[in-house]
């Protein structure tokens, strides 16, 4: 079956220190990985994806995410975090199995990031 | 260019009750689809709409239907209603039928079952 795990429900970050938000994955195929963001009481915005090639993916806003096959991971990082960038992360995963037309988005609980001033 | 339009923002509803969610997808886009996100939760794919015919549907009972019309805006139905429906209620849409370009979402429709 397939999955995806945000291993923190929180991270604290000072403003100006780079900052990462963990995704790890599980698909029987060739994953294709996002991340979206949500303010309070808005919908999900998206962040950035990766389908294929460079496994370092640029997105909105600064962000950046390093897909690494082995590890099974897509971590979303940023290299000067804002008190701007404090919400709700998602990292989600979809494939296309053999014979398959259809697909859903997999979601992960979601990380609430904090930028501390 | 106007995003997904959602309506409406916020609604309360009794138990047993029906309720009907509007979505409206950003131009361009043909493929709508419905998630479900409870508090402090990641959202649950409901269905997903391609040429007015559900195509996908998640783990979600028969009270949950849907509707797509021919200019692609979409309704959401629940039937029957409980107090675990209590939700935001996001609407996606996406430009191919498997929205692997990533989906655009509206800014949700806040349910509330009393």
């Known amino acids: 079956a397939q999955s995806v795990a945000q291993p923190e429900d929180q991270v604290n970050v000072a403003e100006g220190n780079p900052l990462t938000v963990k995704c790890t994955y599980s698909v029987s195929g060739n994953p294709y990985l996002f991340w979206y963001v949500q303010y309070p009481n808005r919908g999900l915005q998206f962040l950035l994806k990766?389908?294929?090639?460079d496994n370092l993916v640029k997105g909105s806003y600064g962000f950046e995410a390093e897909f690494n096959k082995s590890q099974t991971s897509f971590h979303l990082k940023k290299p000067s975090a804002l008190v701007s960038d404090s919400a709700l992360y998602f990292c989600?995963?979809?494939?296309?199995?053999?014979?398959?037309?259809?697909?859903?988005?997999?979601w992960g609980a979601g990380t609430k990031l904090i930028i501390k001033p | 260019d106007a995003g997904v339009t959602q309506s409406p923002t916020h609604l309360i509803k009794t138990r047993g009750q029906q309720v009907t969610l509007r979505c409206s997808p950003k131009s361009g886009h043909d493929t709508v689809s419905w998630y479900q996100q409870a508090l402090g939760q990641g959202p649950q794919f409901i269905f997903q709409?391609?040429?007015?015919?559900?195509?996908q549907r998640g783990n979600f009972p028969d009270r949950f239907s849907g509707h797509q019309f021919p200019n692609y805006s979409s309704e959401l139905n629940v039937n029957a209603l409980l107090l675990g429906d209590s939700a935001l209620y996001l609407c996606a849409s996406s430009p191919l039928l498997r929205g692997i370009d990533g989906y655009t979402f509206g800014s949700g429709t806040r349910l509330t079952v009393v």
């Open positions: 709409y391609y040429e007015e015919e559900e195509r």
């Open positions: 989600a995963v979809t494939t296309l199995l053999p014979g398959d037309s259809n697909y859903q988005l997999i």
């Open positions: 990766y389908i294929t090639g």
